[in-house]
Nanobody, 123 residues
Framework: QVQLVESGGGLVQAGESLRLSCAAS????????MGWFRQAPGKERDFVAA???????LYADSVKGRFSISRDNDKNTVYLQMNSLKPEDTAVYYC?????????????????WGQGTQVTVSS
């Protein structure tokens, strides 16, 4: 019913920036709560940022002031602008969505997932 495809990952040096994109299929994207999660090697999948159907955003403490989530409903796309990247940001980044407009910190509350895009930050 809903497919999410992430793009924009890559290899950057510490202090540099990347913008991730998540393209969604389906007719009701504007009503979905959307989030970004990441999973580093040997680690659990952690919350990064989320945006509600109404445009309210929230962030993990580890990325506040550095990352920014946004959405373009006309393009059925959600973005994650990542600035001042650190080696500890290295992970596979996953786009997540849910049919309801609210967002949550836990990955368990999301219904749809992309395949992930690798972000590697070197020092």
């Amino acid at each position: 019913q809903v497919q999410l495809v992430e793009s924009g990952g890559g290899l950057v040096q510490a202090g540099e920036s990347l913008r991730l994109s998540c393209a969604a299929s389906g007719p009701t994207f504007s009503t979905y709560g959307m989030g970004w999660f990441r999973q580093a090697p040997g680690k659990e999948r952690d919350f990064v940022a989320a945006i509600t159907g109404g445009g309210t955003t929230l962030y993990a403490d580890s990325v506040k002031g550095r990352f920014s989530i946004s959405r373009d409903n006309d393009k059925n796309t959600v973005y994650l602008q990542m600035n001042s990247l650190k080696p500890e940001d290295t992970a596979v980044y996953y786009c997540a969505g849910r049919s309801g407009g609210s967002v949550y910190f836990t990955f368990r509350r999301y219904d749809y997932w992309g395949q992930g895009t690798q972000v590697t930050v070197s020092s």
